[in-house]
């Protein structure tokens, strides 16, 4: 994937050409700009942040594996060559339809004439008391910083606190999802490591990582056997594993289960899955679908619209079977990429065509050196095989040339050795405790 796009034209008057903004700028949202660079309309991307995340790495960021640098690229920087996309840094607050209106937090609006809703997804809560106000979840860069925040503070406490008395520390991961499997690997890693480069003074036996999930074995949308490595691997790095574990309620230094237990706790990391509710997508209708997303048509045109679309996490994409496609990075890419195509067949007179997914398989990582792949038509692999193939795909999707030989050199150098890696707090007002 090329770092920038090239212009076509040295320079030309884009100003009476039809007009889309695009409501995002994450893996869908560039996904649809990247479609229409340098074609003949003119691109307003708009984003509370300006830079993109690459989501799947947040982790390693948040484990001190990865710097925050490294899995963010500014948005205006992917685009500075294509003449026809602009970038606003402003948040949506509504979407008038009757209109073709966007109204930004600022009381200002923007025209379009194709608007595309690329919003992403936030952390599912479920409702549980405290769950959003203490579990820090992962899914920006400001959740990564503020984990790691609390990870290397709760070991610097506790080598304080251990001069007088030996200190047990408990990390509880909720959801056995890849995020959770991801996270809780590397969080154990991190702790065995910290102790043994950085000369903490404690006891890495007194130090629990513990994951919790509801469901009956971990990555329950891998094959049995996927799962059973996953787990053996965790395992073998000292995460201790509890399913059928219902959280009831989230405390500030605690978590209670549905058993009654109240266990004490450093951190509660929420890896227990996304929705859309409460984002600029559920507000579009009047009925949204599942977990708060748009509901679209075929063609990822909004129901009941003709130059409104959803695409990525934000819109509930019907499938042939009557289910909607998962929430998962490559459809957010693919449905970009097609609504796109779309747009361009709307504004040039052509029929639309409906979206199909196609599944190229999925992927996580355990540690350092494993890893558990599903390829299309059910081929698993594991271990070290499944790791290079993990690291290959995801080098393949970071955005950026510079981002991608830094992400190579620091796990290049993280699997012959463990250096001390970005293992710094930085207490700023977004992340401090």
């Known amino acids: 994937m090329a770092m920038t796009l090239q212009r076509t034209t040295a320079s030309r008057d884009i100003s009476g050409l039809p007009h889309v903004v695009i409501i ?6 560039v996904a649809v700009a990247r479609g229409l660079a340098n074609k003949d309309v ?10 993109h995340t690459f989501l799947p790495l947040l982790y390693q960021v948040a484990t001190a594996g990865l710097e925050p640098a490294d899995v963010a ?38 025209s379009f004439d194709h608007l595309v809703v690329a919003t992403g997804a936030t952390a599912a809560f479920f409702g549980i008391p405290g769950a959003s106000r203490f579990a820090i979840p992962l899914y920006s860069l400001a959740d990564a910083r503020r984990l790691r925040n609390r990870l290397l503070l709760s070991l610097e406490r506790a080598d304080v606190a251990a001069e007088e008395v030996a200190v047990a520390l408990t990390f509880v991961v909720v959801g056995g999802g890849p995020t959770g499997v991801e996270t ?3 969080l154990a890693e991190l702790i065995r ?16 990582v513990l994951l919790v999930d509801l469901a009956p074995r971990l990555l329950t949308a891998f094959p049995a056997s996927a799962s059973r490595y996953a787990k053996r691997e965790l395992e073998s790095l000292g995460v201790e594993i509890e399913f059928g574990r219902s959280v009831v309620e989230v405390e500030e230094h605690a978590i209670r289960f549905d058993d009654g237990e109240r266990l004490e706790t450093a951190a509660v990391i929420w890896a227990a899955g996304v929705t859309s509710s409460g984002t600029l997508a559920q507000n579009l209708q009047a009925s949204p679908g599942p977990g708060g997303r748009a509901r679209v048509t075929s063609d990822l045109r909004l129901v009941e619209s003709t130059n409104v679309w959803a695409v990525g996490d934000a819109a509930a994409v019907p499938l042939a079977n009557g289910e909607f496609c998962p929430q998962l990075a490559p459809v957010a890419i693919q449905s970009g ?8 067949a709307v504004l040039e007179g052509r029929p639309t065509t409906p979206f199909r997914y196609h599944n190229k398989g999925i992927m996580a990582t355990i540690g350092r050196h494993a890893a558990v792949a599903e390829l299309p038509h059910g ?55």
């Not at 003119?42 to 830079?51: G, M, S």
């Not at 003449?83 to 948040?91: A, C, G, K, L, T």
């Open 337 to 344: 990429r097609h609504c796109a195509d779309q747009i361009l």
């Open 193 to 208: 490591i910290a102790i043994r480069r950085d000369g903490l003074r404690l006891d890495a036996a007194e130090i629990r």
């Open 24 to 29: 995002g700028g994450g893996f869908a949202g």
């Open 42 to 51: 003119r691109v307003t991307i708009i984003d509370k942040h300006n830079f």
């Open 73 to 110: 690229y500014p948005i205006r920087t992917i685009f500075g060559q294509a003449d026809n996309i602009h970038f606003r840094h402003s948040q949506v607050r509504q979407v008038d339809h009757a209109r073709s209106l966007v109204e930004l937090d600022d009381g200002t609006t923007i």
């Open 184 to 186: 809780s690997g590397a």
């Open 379 to 433: 081929l698993v692999i594991k271990g070290v095989a499944g790791w290079i193939a993990w690291l290959g795909l995801h080098l393949w999707y970071l955005i950026g040339f510079r981002n991608r030989i830094r992400v190579l050199i620091n796990w290049t150098w993280r699997y012959f050795d463990w250096p001390s890696g970005p293992r710094l707090i930085v207490a700023d007002a977004e992340t401090a405790d």
